[in-house]
């Protein structure tokens, strides 16, 4: 009997929706255009051409439909946020803007932070104090808070952050202040003691406020999606991943959307990480190029790296410290403007620029043919013969080769070259600039990634995955089957999970049981509830420790985990040694003589989900590999087209061989082979590039 699964991604560009019969194995894909103004629009229509592909009924569908989505990242980046207000401490107002008071850029004198995420005119503050040490000195009276209510209404707000000084030690000010406007406002609120409850005031106040300009985005369209699914019947709930690897249920997520901020790249690191156990592969960077952005995400012993905070809507796409540091568990990766629509350019020195504007959907690339007159990286594709215009998407979406030539051509003048040199520059250009990106979040990471072998995924990774490999050093290039909607499958694959920490400053060797274990209980309270929402039962439920631990008198700490149980597994002794451990690996050195200080406490919650598996049997290959065709392709610029082999994916069984030049085209992408590379289909049909001729320098 089929057991189907449903898995939704929404890109920048398009939107992804993956079936899957954990059964059989059968693996059905569809690709539409999103629809930035009504994102349900866009997933109505690839849910439906996806069921009837299929031939499968939204009610045979009865497990959890697993969404991720890139609408909390795009609306922070782009501003386009709701109209949120903050309320805080009186004569705190100005945090948002003072920020942490740290410079990116020492030298740099017009400095440039993104704006706020609420402004300082809807910001608010209330006469209330909590002590360091967590005594209430200060409630907010009655008439305070009447005040205040009328402020936020004559605001229009449609949600409300509160961020109180010291509210990650004690949270009951806020909770007073939040129970009073959500009966007198009837809008979203959040507060910090529950989003972000830790130390340092500015990365808690800007992850609370981002949390609310943000619920008015998500939640009504959780909304919408969930009535529709049950006016169309369809049996299953609906999981939402997390920035972090994990799903929770629907509403647990419309009420901390900044927990959603990488979904839709943490979905893709999970696919990473499970085609690199499947591969046994310890070491593999995610490469996933969409229409909109780039991710790079190294994968080590078979996981990705998680980080306790993440920047987002960076001011400078290369400069940390630049947007807003949010403190939320994430899949540690890089992301970049940087997409099939990314748009081209002539800067003010007359140089080549690509992105990171992009096309979106709306109106896309030149070639898309819905209003574009600016060159897009797809429109130099296409130009160059990697991509076939008649052949996108199948050719339910075929492209306007003469409207990439003339965009192109714009562009062309103001760089005084001819436009097929302009159109290889703008691969060029692009590719540089992802392998920068990636470089440059090695070196943060304190790794080499010359010579990883790259896993190639998006609907425009596979195009350009070589390019960045060479500029990588790498020597093998991984293109998994269904590539352009991995990241919708890795949600398939995902544990239900949440991570949760909250702040309290000991010393280790001074920390009380009791202490300790009324904090983690507390945790382990939050993180039941919320795998309950999702269908977890308490039984099956995983806890993880960690700790964020450094010398006493630092400013910074680092992460340790320290054990599994339903009781914190570790003595004092044991984080002592582990964080020295950790300390020695990061620094090289340890300080004797200097106690340990743990700072933030952390607690994992998770379950693993049923296993699915795809059909990954693909006949063996008999007889020669047959291209279905030759069409002229470029590959470099200043550098003569050449007529080099297309092949068809679906055509190529296990073992077959060929050699680059070529392209492999199927519906939803086509992977680029560049001269000098060599091919091999494993035995799930992914294609296996290794590179055998470098070019001399």
């Known amino acids: 009997m089929a057991d189907w699964r449903l898995a939704v991604d929404i890109g920048g560009t398009f939107t992804d929706v993956v079936l899957l019969d954990a059964a059989s ?3 059905v894909v569809d690709k539409t255009l999103t629809t930035p103004s009504a994102p349900l629009d866009g997933v109505r229509t690839g849910v439906t051409q996806l069921l009837a592909k299929a031939g499968v009924l939204p009610g045979d569908i009865t497990a959890p439909i697993v969404h991720a989505t890139t609408l909390i990242t795009n609306a922070l980046i782009e501003g386009k946020t709701g109209r949120a207000g903050l309320v805080t401490t009186t004569g705190f107002g100005d945090t948002l803007l003072i920020r942490d008071e740290h410079r990116y850029d020492m030298y740099d004198l017009q400095i440039e932070f993104p704006a706020p995420p609420i402004p300082r005119d809807l910001t608010f503050e209330i006469n209330e104090r909590v002590g360091a040490d967590g005594s209430v000195i200060t409630d907010p009276s009655t008439a305070d808070l009447d005040a205040l209510v009328e402020e936020l209404r004559r605001a229009d707000v449609e949600a409300v952050a509160i961020c109180c000084l010291n509210s990650y030690v004690n949270g009951s000010n806020e909770l007073k202040i939040a129970e009073h406007l959500r009966s007198a406002l009837g809008v979203p609120v959040c507060i910090s003691a529950e989003i972000s409850p830790q130390i340092r005031e500015y990365p808690r106040m800007v ?26 019947g369809f049996g299953g709930s609906v999981l939402m991943m997390l920035s972090n690897g994990g799903v929770v249920s629907a509403d647990e997520a419309a009420s901390g959307p900044i927990r959603l901020v990488e979904s839709g790249p943490a979905a893709g690191a999970l696919a990473g990480s499970w085609f690199a156990k499947r591969l046994g592969i310890d070491r ?10 780039a ?8 996981e990705p790296e998680l980080t306790n905070t993440f920047e987002v809507a960076r001011a400078y796409r290369f400069k940390k410290g630049s947007g807003f540091p949010v403190s939320v568990p994430s899949v540690d990766l890089v992301e970049i403007g940087a997409g099939g629509g990314s748009l081209a350019r002539v800067d003010q020195f007359g140089l080549l620029k690509v992105g990171p504007e992009s096309s979106g959907a709306d109106p896309g690339p030149a070639s898309y043919g819905q209003g574009g007159t600016i060159p897009a990286v797809t429109d130099s594709d296409v130009i160059l013969g990697l991509l076939d215009p008649a052949a996108f998407l199948g050719g339910d979406m075929p492209l306007d080769r003469s409207l990439a030539e003339s965009a192109a051509q714009t562009v062309a003048d103001g760089l005084g070259l001819e436009m097929l040199d302009t159109a290889a520059g703008i691969h060029e250009v692009v ?3 992802m392998a920068a990106a990636a470089s440059m979040h090695g070196v943060e990471m304190g790794v080499d990634l010359r010579g990883i072998p790259l896993i190639a995924f998006g609907g425009a990774g596979p195009v350009h995955a070589c390019g960045v490999a060479e500029l990588l050093e790498s020597d093998r290039v991984i293109f998994p089957v269904n590539a352009s909607v991995l990241s919708a499958f890795g949600t398939l694959v995902s544990p239900v999970r949440i991570d949760l920490a909250r702040s309290m400053p000991r010393l280790i060797d001074k920390v009380t ?3 300790r274990d009324h904090l983690l209980d507390e945790l382990r309270n939050e993180g039941r509830r919320v795998l309950r929402g999702a269908g977890v039962p308490d039984d099956a439920i995983i806890f993880r420790y960690g700790v964020d631990a450094r010398y006493s008198g630092q400013g910074n700490e680092i992460t340790i985990w320290v054990g599994e149980g339903d009781a914190w597994p570790a003595t004092a002794a044991d984080v002592t040694s582990a964080f020295e451990i950790e300390y020695r690996r990061i620094y090289g050195m340890t300080i004797p003589d200097v106690a340990v200080e743990a700072i933030t406490w952390r607690l994992s919650a998770s379950a693993t989900t049923s296993h699915v598996e795809p059909d990954d049997s693909i006949a063996p290959h008999e007889g020669d ?3 279905k065709s030759t069409r002229p392709m470029v590959f470099s610029r200043g550098v003569d087209a050449v007529e080099a082999p297309v092949y068809d994916r679906l055509t190529l069984g296990a073992g077959a061989r060929f050699t680059g030049p070529a392209v ?3 519906r939803e992408t086509t992977s680029v082979i560049r001269p000098g590379w060599d091919v091999e289909v494993a035995a799930d049909g992914s294609l296996i590039a290794s590179r055998t001729v470098k070019e001399s320098t």
């Open 25 to 27: 194995g059968r693996v």
């Open 207 to 232: 992850t609370t406020a981002c949390n609310a300009a943000t619920m008015p985005v998500i939640g009504p369209y959780l909304d919408e999606l969930q009535k529709w699914l049950a006016a169309e």
């Open 284 to 293: 593999l960077l995610c490469f996933d190029m969409g229409g909109t952005t």
């Open 295 to 302: 991710k790079a995400c190294l994968i080590e012993h078979g």
């Open 431 to 433: 590719n540089q600039n």
């Open 513 to 515: 049981d009791d202490e």
């Open 625 to 627: 590999v047959v291209p």
């Open 664 to 666: 492999v085209e199927e």
